[in-house]
């Protein structure tokens, strides 16, 4: 089984400018997550979609972040105008129970894209 | 408060050491315990879950939650360079839809 694909894996950018990434979920995967991951911190939740309608995009920074997941498949996810706080690893996670399940699913994460923001 | 506390360590410990990695959470809505494990440059993949207060084994590994402290651990036996990484514990509220990460604790296992 193919796991989780995330494009590209670095990006470097000026600050202001925009950037875009990419996720291709585990084929048949009802749930993807954008998580934002901070050096030394842990990941945290950007937005959840369950096939391709918003679960939570509650921690999302509407003002220049935006997702999309077409056809309850693939997802990118933009930012525009960076800042330089906006430098982290983009990851993109998947599970096959629908969110808010009676038990735990298990979240598969792809490699994530390290963006720097200068 | 953070809903999940968790040691950043570093941790660093001789091959064959038992490993104790330890998280605190806030809200007793809590009813999910996880640990993820992530190398570096990798995204996290899951070790363990639990869901009751007590102990679940699976080979070195024991996850152990206590409940009326809110305090959950994992335990590593004899410890190998190969599980040198960041172990993340992660909580979930029962039919929640969301999953909240500790800050990760970095784990070194000299050979």
């Known amino acids: 089984e193919a796991g989780v694909a995330q494009s590209p894996r670095y990006k470097i950018i000026e600050k202001r400018q925009s950037v875009a990434f990419w996720c291709n979920p585990i084929?048949?995967?009802?749930?993807l997550y954008w998580y934002q991951q901070i050096l030394g911190q842990g990941p945290k939740l950007l937005i959840q979609?369950?096939?391709?309608?918003?679960?939570?995009d509650s921690q999302l920074p509407k003002d220049r972040f935006s997702a999309e997941r077409l056809k309850g498949v693939d997802s990118t996810l933009k930012i525009q105008p960076a800042k330089l706080e906006d430098s982290a690893v983009y990851l993109c996670?998947?599970?096959?129970?629908?969110?808010?399940?009676?038990?735990?699913?298990?979240?598969?994460f792809g490699p994530g894209t390290r963006l720097t923001v200068l | 408060q953070k809903e999940v506390e968790q040691d950043p360590g570093p941790l660093s410990v001789p091959e064959g050491a038992i490993v104790s990695l330890n998280c605190t959470y806030s809200?007793?809505?809590?009813?999910?315990f996880m640990w993820y494990r992530q190398y570096s440059r990798k995204g996290p993949e899951l070790l363990m879950y639990?869901?009751?207060?007590g102990n679940k084994e699976d080979g070195r590994f024991t996850a152990q939650v206590d409940k009326s402290s809110k305090y959950i651990s994992l335990f590593i036996r004899d410890s190998q360079p190969s599980d040198s990484a960041t172990y993340l514990c992660?909580?979930?509220?029962?039919?929640?839809?969301?999953?909240?990460f500790g800050a990760g604790t970095r784990l070194f296992v000299k050979a």
């Open positions: 996670a998947s599970s096959s129970l629908p969110s808010g399940g009676s038990t735990t699913d298990t979240q598969y």
């Open positions: 084929s048949g995967h009802a749930t």
């Open positions: 979609f369950q096939n391709n309608g918003v679960v939570d």
């Open positions: 809200n007793s809505a809590f009813q999910y």
């Open positions: 639990t869901y009751s207060s």
């Open positions: 992660a909580i979930r509220e029962t039919g929640g839809f969301k999953t909240i």
